[in-house]
């Protein structure tokens, strides 16, 4: 089973500095990795996937994610945010079984401050 | 763009009561997931399809909760008699295909939810 540990609940910071989100993850076999964004009353939106290739993936709205095997890490960044980054953001693990279950962490809050 | 299609967007419903969401997936996409997320957590996968087959519904509450898509396409999920805990967003999703032929099958779009309030 896999499972997603998402180590910040909220995440304040000012408008245009840079921000990280970490997300940390175990499984007992390879997975595919997700960003989803969510905001407020909404369905989730898909912000970056990592299925193999370049470590490095970059997504919309100028955010990127880098995959650290050894640290079993997928931590998204983004140079610098604006007030419409304010949202609920999730990291989510699929093996690679071919099942295509997502397993979510339970969110960080993203709060953008002018 | 194509969109995962949900309804009703909002339910207040009182326990004891029956409920049911329907979800309409992207044309096209063979697979169908329900998930239920709490205030505060990350969505859970309750049940998902293939086509009209269950793939999964180990998580699925089946001595109240019951989903079907009976011609493989639009779904619906019953909640009978909700409860109290069952207060949630519950979020409908849908992507190609589940399995290893495609790497889009791996990408799921979500639909904007139902937020079911249970008093």
């Known amino acids: 089973a896999q499972s997603v540990t998402q180590l910040d609940s909220q995440v304040p910071v000012f408008e245009e500095a840079p921000v990280e989100l970490r997300c940390n993850y175990s499984s007992s076999v390879s997975v595919y990795l997700f960003w989803y964004v969510q905001y407020p009353n909404q369905g989730l939106q898909l912000l970056l996937k990592?299925?193999?290739?370049?470590?490095l993936v970059k997504g919309i709205n100028g955010f990127e994610a880098e995959f650290n095997k050894s640290q079993t890490s997928f931590h998204l960044r983004k140079p610098s945010v604006h007030i419409s980054d304010t949202a609920e953001y999730f990291c989510a693990v699929s093996d690679r079984t071919g099942a295509n279950n997502l397993f979510f962490g339970t969110g960080t809050r993203l709060t953008v401050i002018p | 763009e194509a969109e995962v299609a949900q309804s009703p967007r909002y339910k207040i419903t009182e326990k004891s009561q029956a409920v049911a969401f329907w979800c309409d997936p992207i044309s096209g996409h063979a697979t169908l997931y329900w998930y239920r997320q709490i205030l505060g957590q990350g969505p859970e996968l309750l049940v998902q399809?293939?086509?009209?087959?269950?793939?999964?519904d180990s998580q699925l509450p089946k001595d109240r909760f019951s989903a079907e898509r009976l011609k493989g396409v639009d779904s619906t999920l019953k909640i009978q008699p909700a409860e109290l805990g069952d207060s949630a967003m519950y979020l409908c999703?849908?992507?190609?295909?589940?399995?290893?032929?495609?790497?889009?099958?791996?990408?799921?779009?979500f639909g904007p939810g139902t937020r079911l309030t249970v008093t």
């Open positions: 399809f293939q086509d009209e087959s269950v793939v999964d």
């Open positions: 990592y299925l193999s290739g370049s470590t």
């Open positions: 999703a849908s992507s190609v295909t589940s399995g290893r032929t495609q790497a889009n099958s791996y990408e799921q779009y």
